[in-house]
């Protein structure tokens, strides 16, 4: 009988953000906390940011997994372990991608959110998380 509710995982931190219109920017360690993320609060442009992750243990040849990201301000361009997965609005968002088949041992997850309009600040304001559903 299929789990009526996915197993959840959420990707808080470690993220690491590159304000990406900030030259020779380096990327800033941090966790996003909710319900809005403040560790660059000044900053108004497009921003990327990046988190690594492990495959999660036990997965079984029924169950699937799912990317959800919960809310965002601006567009998101997701990728993941380079591979463009989804482009999406805030509109559009709560977004789940099946990613089951793109799932490595060890994965990057990269999300480039660009600002609605500049300057104005873009961001995740969301959880993002793992759902793993059941057959």
Avoid at 57 to 69: D, H, K, Q, S, Y
Wanted: with cysteine; hydrophobic share 40%.
């Amino acid at each position: 009988m299929p789990s009526s509710s996915p197993h959840t995982i959420r990707l808080r931190g470690p993220w690491k953000l590159t304000p990406l219109e900030i030259a020779d920017a380096q990327p800033i360690t941090g966790r996003i906390d909710q319900p809005s993320d403040q560790f660059l609060a000044d900053y108004q442009g497009p921003i990327l940011y990046v988190r690594h992750f492990n495959r999660p243990t036990g997965l079984g040849p029924a169950e699937r997994v799912e990317l959800a990201i919960i809310a965002c301000v601006g567009t998101a361009h997701v990728s993941l372990n380079e591979t463009p997965l989804a482009n999406l609005t805030a509109q559009q968002a709560p977004v789940r991608i099946d990613i089951t088949d793109q799932l490595q041992l060890s994965n990057q997850l990269a999300i480039e959110i660009i600002p609605p309009a500049l300057p104005s600040p873009a961001g995740i304001t969301g959880e993002v998380q793992l759902e793993i559903h059941s057959g």
